[in-house]
């Protein structure tokens, strides 16, 4: 019976996701066709400067690269071409980088964002819920105090703030650790021990300044769960009987954990989106950076398709968070059984 109600949860959750995504996806092309410009016209600007001769060959180019990409076909015929070949795994060539695919483009650049991101976020996570724990445990002391108004103090600091700041002690005033990128320039990546340990020296800021400002948040939360949990009637009843505090804390730590897994699985689901200030202040060669360069320059299939992976992501993580939660919590399947 158990097993039928996950089931049945599942599907329902599975559908409401599909549905959701294709209405994702058709914002996402419609977007930025509404904004004002041109895609094409750092191709025939660079065409101009090697053909000026020649005009009618820049508008030969441009007629060739209006039917390569489709932009002068009706916009419902660009949606299902687009839609189609999507699902056949084709986002289509890159109009910055032309004639790059676009798959070729993000590819290269997710285990950048992953390595960074991924870390990050967990690190954070753990480091802010265990504070926020600790201090909701020990509510009212100097720990509760020092803990919530430091979180209070870094959750309020810009990430990019914070990481201009890492740049100018770290890397400009005592010159310890790099600014930009995520290797030397001129390095060609490789899997020696000096290619590694020049990797993780330009890694240090970045995620430095990822954890810390997120951190915050997260101690703030969890320390509200917390203290909102021990005051619901299963704690309460459990220290009337004399069940010992760190048993009752046990408990309720792990009851306020479910609402920090669904935000961390969110924002596991959204890395390949990058950090996209913090890439662009480190000048790393994220998912977010390469976002930033299609975005100011109207690449429409390179927008697309970081945006078709990232929203796929996201929507996974969401399915994932669902399973977890009608395998641990019971009152999701007897919802399901009502």
């Known amino acids: 019976m158990a097993s039928r109600s996950i089931v049945k949860y599942l599907a329902r959750r599975f559908l409401f996701l599909l549905v959701t995504y294709i209405v994702a996806t058709t914002i996402v092309f419609i977007l930025p066709r509404a904004i004002p410009g041109n895609p094409l016209a750092q191709i025939l600007s660079n065409l101009s400067r090697v ?32 839609v189609s070949k999507a699902f056949r795994g084709n986002l289509g060539t890159s109009i910055t980088f032309y004639p790059r695919k676009v798959v070729d483009l993000v590819i290269p650049v997710i285990p950048w964002t992953l390595m960074l991101l991924l870390p990050a976020t967990i690190v954070a996570w753990i480091l802010g819920n265990s504070l926020g724990a600790l201090a909701a445990y020990r509510r009212n002391t100097w720990v509760d105090k020092l803990v919530l108004n430091g979180s209070l103090v870094v959750s309020q600091i810009p990430y990019y703030w914070l990481g201009m700041l890492f740049i100018f002690f770290f890397g400009v005033r005592l010159g310890i650790l790099p600014t930009q990128g995520a290797y030397p320039q001129g390095m060609i990546p490789n899997w020696s021990w000096t290619f590694v340990l020049s990797v993780l020296k330009h890694y240090v800021l970045p995620f430095s300044s990822i954890v810390v400002s ?44 479910l609402p920090q897994i669904t935000g961390l699985a969110l924002q596991l689901g959204g890395i390949l989106g990058g950090s996209l200030i913090t890439e662009i202040v480190f000048n790393y060669p994220g998912t977010g950076y390469l976002l930033f360069r299609a975005l100011t320059t109207l690449d429409y299939p390179l927008i697309q398709g970081i945006f078709v992976i990232l929203i796929a992501s996201i929507y996974l993580a969401n399915f994932l968070v669902d399973f977890v939660y009608a395998v641990i919590d019971p009152r999701v399947r007897i919802g399901q059984e009502e």
């Open 51 to 82: 053909a000026q001769a020649k005009p009618e060959l820049i508008r030969a180019a441009e007629r060739a690269l209006m039917e390569e990409f489709g932009l002068g076909k009706p916009w419902y015929v660009q949606y299902f071409e687009f």
């Open 214 to 257: 997120a951190l915050g948040g997260w101690a703030i939360g969890m320390r509200l769960m917390v203290i909102y949990e021990l005051g619901s009637d299963y704690a309460m009843f459990a220290e009337y009987i004399g069940m010992k505090d760190k048993r009752v804390f046990n408990y309720v730590f792990r009851n306020s954990l």
